[in-house]
C-alpha cells in the first residue's frame, strides 16, 4: 500500500476540513499518543495553543474530541499536541487567559452538575450546549442587575449615583472574576478534568517520516526519549496530591525554558536576521535532531509568521502557526497539506473565507 496520507495543521483556535485519504500503512509514534478528523479517512494534526485564545477553548476542545470519533469511525485520524500555553493553564499560569474564558469555565462547571459522572457525553456535548450558556449569561438579569442599580439611584445626589455605581460594579466584576479564576483552577490544575483531557495527548508527534511539536525538538530531547517526555507530561497533568514531595514535577525539558520542547524558537527564527555561520549551526542542529528521531522533515508552531506559513533549511522545517486567532494576528486560515513526500499550503482567499486558494506544490 502506498504511504499517501494527509496533514493539514493549524495552530489557532478554528474548525478546519481535510482532503484526501490516510494511508493504511501509515504508523503513528508513540504509541501513547492515541487521539485520532472529521467524516472521511483523513487526517488532521494541531500543533496547539488552543488556550489563552478566546471565550471559546471549551468548546474547541469538545468539537476536536468529537471529530477524534467520527474520524476513527471513517479510518481517519485527529492528532492534537500541546503547546506552551496548554502547559501554563496545567501550571495555574492565567497570565494570557481571555476574560470571557474565565466565564466559559464558570459555565461549563455548572453544566457539568447536569451530567452528573458521565463525563465523556458531558465534555462531548459542550460544542453543541455553550453557545445557548453564553447566551443565557449574556442576557440574564443577574448579569445586567447593575444597571438596574444605576437607574434606581437615577434621581439621588449625583456624586452619590457614581459612587456607588462604581462600587457596584467593580464588585460585581471582581466576583465574577474570582468564581471564574477558581472554575478555571479547578478544571486545568494537575488531575482536573481539562488537564486530563490535555494529558490524552503529547508535545511530540511523528507520523511516518514527519514530527510535530509545538516549539521544536531538539537532539538532547531525543537523547533524553520521546516517550518518555510524552509520558512524564501526561502523568504531571493527571496527577494530584496534596502531598507536594509526592507529586510529579512538572517536565522541565518539555515545559519550561527557552530550549524546551514547547517553548523553543530556534527554527522559527527569520532567517534574515541570521549571520550565516548562525544559519549553518541551526541547520546542523536540525539535521542531527531530525536524523536522530529518524524523521525527514518537522513541523512547529509557537512563533506567528508574517509571511504565512512556510519552510526554511530546505523545507526540513515547516513553520506553520499565521496567528489566525482574533486574540493573535486575526490573520487569514492556511495548512499544511502533506501528500507522500510533497508539500503544499493551502489558504483561504482573503475576500471570500468559503474559497480555498492553493499554493504551487513545494
Not at 107 to 128: M, S, V
Amino acid at each position: 500500500t502506498s504511504r499517501t496520507f494527509v496533514f493539514l495543521l493549524f495552530v489557532s483556535t478554528s474548525v478546519v476540513t481535510s482532503i484526501s485519504e490516510r494511508s493504511s500503512s501509515m504508523e503513528i509514534h508513540p504509541t501513547s499518543v492515541s487521539a485520532p478528523l472529521a467524516v472521511s479517512s483523513q487526517v488532521l494534526v494541531q500543533v496547539g495553543d488552543i488556550l489563552d485564545r478566546g471565550d471559546d477553548e471549551i468548546a474547541i476542545l469538545s468539537l476536536l474530541r468529537l471529530l477524534d470519533e467520527q474520524a476513527k469511525a471513517n479510518g481517519g485520524a485527529v492528532f492534537q499536541v500541546n503547546g506552551n500555553h496548554e502547559t501554563m493553564n496545567v501550571e495555574g499560569d492565567f497570565r494570557y487567559v481571555d476574560a470571557r474564558a474565565f466565564d466559559e469555565c464558570t459555565d461549563f462547571l455548572d453544566y457539568l452538575e447536569d451530567y452528573g459522572q458521565d463525563w465523556d457525553k458531558a465534555f462531548k456535548n459542550w460544542i453543541f450546549e455553550s453557545r445557548q450558556w453564553k447566551e443565557d449569561r449574556r442576557s440574564s438579569q443577574t448579569y445586567w442587575d447593575q444597571w438596574n442599580v444605576v437607574k434606581v439611584l437615577h434621581s439621588a445626589v449625583p456624586s452619590l449615583r457614581l459612587l456607588t455605581s462604581v462600587f457596584f460594579v467593580v464588585g460585581k466584576l471582581l466576583g465574577q472574576r474570582q468564581k471564574g479564576v477558581i472554575a478555571r483552577s479547578v478544571l486545568f490544575r494537575p488531575g482536573g478534568r481539562l488537564a486530563c483531557e490535555l494529558a490524552r495527548h503529547g508535545v511530540i508527534l511523528r507520523v511516518n517520516d514527519w514530527v510535530f511539536c509545538h516549539g521544536g525538538l531538539l537532539p538532547h530531547h531525543v537523547a533524553y526519549g520521546v516517550e518518555r517526555i510524552n509520558r512524564e507530561v501526561a502523568t504531571w497533568m493527571r496527577s494530584y496530591t496534596d502531598d507536594y514531595e509526592e507529586s510529579p514535577q512538572m517536565p522541565f525539558i518539555a515545559t519550561r525554558g527557552y530550549d524546551s520542547v514547547v517553548w523553543s524558537r530556534l527554527y522559527s527564527r527569520e532567517t534574515s536576521d541570521l549571520d550565516d555561520y548562525q544559519m549553518e549551526q541551526v541547520s546542523k542542529i536540525l539535521r542531527d535532531t531530525l536524523e536522530a528521531v529518524g524523521a525527514k522533515a518537522m513541523v512547529v508552531g509557537h512563533t506567528p509568521q508574517l509571511s504565512g506559513v512556510n519552510c526554511e533549511y530546505g523545507c526540513s522545517i515547516w513553520r506553520v502557526d499565521v496567528g489566525m486567532s482574533s486574540g493573535v494576528l486575526d490573520s487569514r486560515p492556511e495548512v499544511l497539506e502533506i501528500r507522500g513526500d510533497k508539500a503544499r499550503v493551502i489558504r483561504s482567499n482573503q475576500d471570500r473565507l468559503h474559497e480555498l486558494q492553493v499554493a504551487d506544490y513545494i
